[in-house]
């Protein structure tokens, strides 16, 4: 597609539910990172795609939280008995290729979600 | 409208001299600032902030950057370089109600043994 995409853009869920957040990063985009960023805060690390392999999950903050990709194409983020500090937004990045850092960011408009 | 420059793409230090980064932003309302290091194969690392508290702001790895509103800047500091700081280094701007980041072009730090 023209950009990232990412569903739901908002998402209200009852705390100790699981919720799925998806991304479609750009075509042909090799690289795919998953941020959280909760209020007032900077971007939060949570995970690194290359094509389908993550050579780094370092940013996970609990095993609640696992990831997936297809291929190169879409990633699905999932928090598992979600809590009330894992409201944030949920921002995807992709890039063609990893070397280009930032830079070569494109960033999806993001999923906020709040765990009430 | 919201923007960043970072003045040089590459920058090179001896181990153990100061190391300097700049960055100028352009923003038409009280920005929120960051920097970010990113090495190789890794996502972004977030290495401190400035969000209209403290203008001179203490991070992770012994970095420092000092808000200049008079002069737009938000350069990145650190007093003495280790092999460890080399990476490519982001500066970032965003408003303080939405979570669009606009970044710098980034500079890449390179440590000299």
Same mark, same amino acid.
């Given at each position: 597609?023209?950009?990232?995409?990412?569903?739901?853009?908002?998402?209200?869920?009852?705390k100790g539910k699981d919720v799925e957040l998806r991304c479609d990063p750009i075509s042909g985009?090799?690289?795919?990172?998953?941020?959280?960023?909760?209020?007032?805060?900077?971007?939060?690390?949570?995970?690194?795609?290359?094509?389908?392999?993550?050579?780094?999950? #370092?940013?996970?903050?609990?095993?609640?939280?696992?990831?997936?990709? +297809?291929?190169? *194409?879409?990633?699905? !983020? =999932?928090?598992?008995?979600?809590?009330?500090?894992?409201?944030?937004?949920?921002?995807?990045? #992709?890039?063609?290729?990893?070397?280009?850092?930032?830079?070569?960011? +494109?960033?999806? *408009?993001?999923?906020? !979600? =709040?765990?009430? | 409208?919201?923007?960043?420059?970072?003045?040089?793409?590459?920058?090179?230090?001896?181990?153990?001299?100061?190391?300097?980064?700049?960055?100028?932003?352009?923003?038409?309302?009280?920005?929120?600032?960051?920097?970010?290091?990113?090495y190789p194969n890794q996502g972004l690392q977030l290495l401190l902030k400035y969000t209209s508290?403290?203008?001179?702001?203490?991070?992770?790895?012994?970095?420092?950057?000092?808000?200049?509103?008079?002069?737009?800047?938000?350069?990145?500091?650190?007093?003495?370089?280790?092999?460890?700081?080399?990476?490519e280094y982001f500066c970032a701007v965003s408003s303080n109600t939405g979570n669009q980041f606009?970044?710098?072009?980034?500079?890449?730090?390179?440590?000299?043994?």
């Open positions: 597609g023209a950009g990232v995409s990412q569903s739901p853009s908002n998402k209200v869920t009852e985009h090799t690289a795919l990172y998953w941020y959280r960023q909760r209020l007032g805060q900077g971007l939060e690390f949570l995970i690194y795609f290359q094509g389908n392999s993550a050579p780094d999950k #370092s940013g996970l903050p609990s095993d609640r939280f696992s990831a997936e990709r +297809t291929g190169e *194409s879409v990633s699905t !983020l =999932t928090i598992q008995r979600t809590q009330q500090e894992d409201s944030a937004v949920y921002l995807c990045a #992709s890039s063609p290729t990893p070397g280009q850092g930032a830079r070569g960011y +494109t960033f999806g *408009s993001g999923t906020r !979600l =709040t765990v009430v | 409208a919201q923007s960043v420059t970072q003045l040089g793409s590459h920058v090179s230090v001896s181990e153990g001299a100061l190391v300097l980064l700049r960055c100028n932003y352009s923003s038409s309302v009280p920005p929120y600032l960051f920097w970010y290091v990113q508290a403290a203008t001179l702001v203490k991070g992770i790895n012994g970095f420092e950057a000092e808000f200049k509103k008079s002069e737009t800047s938000f350069h990145l500091t650190k007093p003495s370089a280790h092999m460890r700081d080399a990476a606009y970044f710098g072009t980034g500079t890449s730090l390179t440590v000299i043994p």
